[in-house]
């Protein structure tokens, strides 16, 4: 999945659904814009941020388009009958939505000008700090329309499964910079979380790096009274989230779709996610 563009116009990704188009019933109870899909916009997010490390300044240009076309989408959604708004015609549209379509407008406005520079003037390029920021900020945009569990959650997940050696855990963790890692069973079903928190007190066992001691994820697990995971259901308002997570003996919240330890994992919502969202 990867955003293009048109004539310097957005163009929409392949295999994105289009935000008027509803892919799954939604019982939440209420709703800022019916059938409104942020899964392929997030995902997308993920990506550049991914290709970032690769080239900085091309992914926070890639990173404009995809919010010039979540943007224009949005509107579409809302009413605007437009089927090629610049970003500007998508912006002044939401502006007079009020409530949280103006509140997106108002942040998305001071990209437009930035947008629009690189659109029609080739030879221009982002510094590499100013695209951080600008993915960073466009990241925080887009999961400000999130409005259940699933489209905040953040995919793909790594896992790793409960029979894994911890120290290849520990390892993972390190090479990766995670806090933590979501525990699976051998059908890749949610067990829990494995935090770092659990591989430091482990090592202060001597349970890890001990002679002739090769505990499993599971044992390290089992050494504790309590989940570090907080299964929230797909469909889970950012409210029941933000509880789940009240708790500080939670890791994470882990998206499943009922909410229950057992079920396949989907996505994950971390205190972090939750307050980009603000």
Do not use: C, W
Not at 5 to 11: D, K, L
């Amino acid at each position: 999945m990867r955003a293009g563009s048109v004539n310097g116009r957005a163009a929409r990704p392949e295999g994105t659904p289009r935000l008027g188009r509803k892919t799954r019933p939604e019982n939440t109870a209420q709703q800022f814009a019916p059938g409104l899909d942020l899964s392929s916009y997030i995902g997308e997010i993920e990506e550049i941020r991914s290709r970032s490390e690769d080239d900085l300044r091309a992914a926070g240009e890639q990173a404009l388009k995809t919010l010039d076309l979540f943007l224009a989408n949005l509107a579409t959604l809302l009413g605007y009958d437009n089927e090629r708004p610049s970003m500007h015609d998508s912006i002044q549209y939401l502006e007079r939505q009020g409530g949280r379509a103006q509140s997106i407008a108002v942040h998305s406005e001071r990209f437009r000008a930035t947008r629009n520079a690189l659109a029609h003037n080739p030879d221009l390029t982002l510094r590499p700090e100013a695209a951080l920021r600008i993915i960073e900020s466009i990241e925080k945009i887009i999961r400000s329309a999130a409005q259940t569990a699933i489209e905040m959650a953040r995919r793909p997940l790594t896992t790793v499964d409960e029979d894994s050696s911890a120290i290849a855990a520990r390892d993972l963790m390190l090479m990766k910079g995670y806090s933590q890692l979501v525990v699976v069973d051998r059908a890749g079903k949610l067990v829990d979380l494995l935090t770092y928190r659990d591989i430091v007190a482990a090592e202060a066992r001597h349970d890890i790096d001990g002679p002739d001691k090769q505990p499993a994820v599971a044992d390290l697990l089992g050494t504790r009274d309590h989940l570090s995971v907080a299964p929230v259901g797909r469909d889970s308002g950012l409210d029941d989230v933000a509880r789940a997570l009240t708790d500080e003996r939670r890791g994470a919240a882990v998206v499943t779709e009922n909410g229950r330890v057992g079920e396949t994992p989907l996505g994950i919502i971390t205190r972090g996610d939750l307050l980009k969202r603000r």
